[in-house]
């Protein structure tokens, strides 16, 4: 990238940093510190706020460079992401907001231990909890090393270190300082900037091509290197049986693991009431299924106009294919409309990248405090010393997450996020769903469940290609492949909801039904409700 490129991008980031730091600074100024404030932002925010901090959570690096990215490289293939992505917002609206808003105040862990033993029940989802945060935050850090790194004018090892280090050091700040109030209002500023981007791109892709959308799949198409393959399934994960049970697996981890997340389901407890929750949970649909309409455009409009030979040339991954797109529409390298263009969206993706990693910070530290300190120290735990431990696990959550960023740097963003949604679907969501609905479920069925989803998915992707075994893998010198897909959802989630069935069914302590009674009333009718 040319000197301009750098500078104007670099201005805006910076712009967007202060900007954010301020309405950090601006909200700890502001708070009471009490542990509501710190995790919920004091339930006051409306549907509508809501809904775009949800959609600002959701639309992530993942979203914004990874599935275009993919889409440019792999064409119909890479639209599963798309629609798995967005499919999965149905399971959240019917099955989990209203619910986990009334049964639940800071965490999944609430939810399930309204009517199991507690200790056991929060230690095991609070683990889950870190674990699933953890590889999401990984996925954030690798697209800023990537984005940052172009902008730089190539793949500097240097640059994309320091870069994975500067967003760790920001979302400890964010959350140590602000807590939810500033991390939603990041993240509503946050969504904004990505919509308009977004729709201002995909309006230039159409324009380029006369609203012709029949003619940019051709194109598109022709300068792929695969002719009409690039439009037919199979060129990712048709190959053998193998690439398409792969297939399978990642389409049940994208659809079933929003569900589980926990930075998604914190969500739901800003809001006053379970209906504000739904209502949330319609506008943010509204807002995440626009995008991702947009990210199909995006991702067949950089195999048109850029080429995937070039996008790969740039990133092997795909992750910088938007920016390649948008320093072409504007005029290409060397013009003021590409300069200015490129900027702007390098911009609002590394705004994408700062305001997620915050949410997901937030909720895993919430995690650790609220669930697994908290549990270990329940007697002693007050209130303000569980916010204080909530900021330090921040910082350790940072550290964690900066080490395997770098050590990823060279994997596909939205790849990273299907294996933290595998671990979410395995561990999270069979034992939400079973504490919500099944009227025999048992403490011992919960652990199971939780550690028979957790514990197999790290296993099995650690034992598959992602690791090592192959050129493209964590390790491609060793190799200790021994489970063929690379998402272990296929396995991985029937072993949880298994797990938790069995443990139920072999427990020697009987289920609680007066507590079942009490969690499905306030379920369904937000009787007693926080």
């Keep these: 990238m040319t000197g301009d490129h750098q500078t104007l991008a670099l201005l805006l980031f910076g712009v967007f940093v202060a900007v954010t730091l301020a309405i950090t600074t601006w909200v700890s100024r502001n708070r009471h510190g009490s542990a509501e404030e710190f995790y919920t932002g004091g339930r006051l925010f409306s549907p509508m706020e809501n809904g775009f901090a949800i959609a600002g959570d959701y639309m992530s690096a993942a979203s914004f460079l990874g599935i ?223 995008f991702y309409l947009m990210t199909i455009v995006l991702g067949f409009g950089a195999a048109a106009i850029v080429g995937s030979d070039a996008v790969r040339g740039s990133n092997a991954a795909g992750n910088t294919a938007v920016p390649l797109l948008a320093l072409d529409l504007g005029g290409g390298a060397d013009s003021t409309g590409g300069t200015v263009l490129f900027a702007v969206v390098a911009a609002i993706a590394f705004a994408t990248i700062l305001a997620v990693v915050a949410g997901i910070t937030l909720a895993s530290s919430a995690s650790v405090a609220h669930d ?50 595998a671990v979410a679907a395995s561990a999270n969501l069979p034992v939400l769903l079973y504490s919500l609905f099944w009227r025999n479920f048992t403490t011992r069925g919960a652990v199971w469940s939780v550690y028979a989803g957790l514990v197999p ?3 099995l992707v650690v034992l598959s290609p992602v690791v090592s075994g192959g050129p493209n893998s964590l390790f491609p010198g060793v190799d200790f492949q021994y489970f063929p897909l690379e998402n272990p959802g296929l396995v991985s989630i029937p072993l949880g909801f298994l797990a938790g069935w069995l443990g139920t069914v072999t427990s020697a302590e009987p289920a609680d039904e007066a507590k079942h009674a009490e969690t499905e009333v306030r379920s369904l009718t937000g009787a007693g409700a926080v």
């Excluded at 290197?225 to 060129?235: D, K, N, T």
């Excluded at 300190?373 to 921040?394: I, M």
Aim: with cysteine; proline share 2%.
């Design 457 to 459: 998915s790290l296993v």
């Design 372 to 421: 697994l300190y908290a549990s270990l120290r329940r007697k002693h735990a007050k209130p303000r010393s569980e916010v204080a431990v909530a900021r330090l696990a921040a910082a350790g959550i940072g550290v964690v997450a900066i080490g395997l960023g770098l050590l990823a740097r060279d994997l596909n963003v939205a790849f990273l996020v299907g294996l933290a949604f």
């Design 68 to 290: 275009s990215g993919l889409i440019a490289l792999f064409g119909y293939d890479g639209l599963l992401y798309s629609v798995g992505f967005l499919v999965a917002w149905l399971v959240v609206l019917f099955l989990v907001a209203e619910l986990v808003r009334n049964c639940g105040r800071f965490t999944l862990a609430d939810v399930v231990a309204a009517r199991m033993r507690e200790r056991p029940v929060r230690i095991a989802a609070g683990t889950s909890s870190v674990t699933v945060s953890v590889l999401y935050l990984v996925a954030q850090m690798v697209g800023a090393g990537s984005l940052v790194a172009l902008l730089l004018g190539g793949t500097s090892a240097a640059a994309q270190t320091w870069t994975v280090i500067g967003v760790g050091a920001l979302m400890v700040i964010y959350v140590s300082l602000g807590g939810m109030r500033a991390t939603t209002w990041i993240q509503i500023v946050k969504a904004v900037l990505l919509m308009c981007g977004a729709i201002a791109l995909t309006v230039l892709v159409l324009v380029r091509f006369h609203g012709d959308f029949d003619q940019l799949l051709r194109t598109a198409a022709d300068r792929s290197g695969h002719g009409s393959q690039f439009l037919a399934p199979g060129l990712k994960y048709g190959g053998d049986w193998t690439a398409r049970l792969d297939f399978i697996s990642l389409g049940l981890a994208l659809v079933l693991g929003t569900a589980g997340l926990p930075h998604i389901l914190s969500r739901f407890y800003t809001v006053p009431t379970a209906r504000a929750a739904r209502r949330s949970v319609v506008w943010s649909i509204g807002l995440i299924g626009g």
